[in-house]
């Protein structure tokens, strides 16, 4: 079981009750049957304009991915990603329009991350959130504490495979231009939910790109 700050188990358990409540209004927000895991989608979030300039802007930024803990996961990802331009007024507008579906405080939010999958990269199964025993987490809790909801964006069809795996709730969402997948890291009670655990499932024909925003329990920085 992962050891928490009581402060980030009541942040994280506030967020849910939020973000909830405001999905829950939200008609365009379609919300799996789970008990387990509090998973969204909501299609065509972006147009197929913003998709393509998202594309070029990923492909302008990308270079081998890394992950938090190397020595576990360091072979699990083997895509290409980068940090989008922040200051950039279009990335601002899109990054804000995440902001406002789930509700979320603007500053709790991460540098919005674009990833390129070519054929035969993928992203291992993983979870979201952060391990508070690896050594990592000193600076994470310093930096905006634990990830609370994470959101993704398909930037195209992918021709074949590319899919997001939940591989305990055996969910798996097929990339679709412009749709958005949200989910939150933590159960209801504001702990760390294990089934979350997902993973982005080889691409065997053509390419995907994604973009992804993830929040913290407080500020970002």
Known sequence: ?????????????????????????????????????????????????????????????????????????GKYRTSFSGDVDPFDPFVQMISRRIDDFLGLDPSF????????????????SHFDWFFTSDAYWPEQRKRGGQRSWTAMIYLNDVAEGGGTEFTDLAISVTPKRGSLLAWNNADPHGLVNSATRHAGLPVTQGSKYIITKWYRTRRWS
């Open 1 to 73: 079981m992962q050891v928490q700050k009581p402060a980030d188990q009541i942040a994280l358990k506030n967020l849910g009750v939020a973000v909830r409540a405001r999905l829950a209004a939200d008609p365009t927000a379609y919300k799996f049957p789970l008990d387990s895991a509090e998973i969204y989608a909501v299609g065509d979030f972006l147009t197929p304009t913003e998709c393509a300039k998202f594309i070029t802007m990923v492909d302008a930024s990308a270079k081998p991915s890394h992950a938090f803990n190397a020595e576990k996961f």
């Open 109 to 124: 939010g991460e540098t919005v991350q674009g990833q390129r999958y070519e054929v035969g990269q993928e992203f291992r």
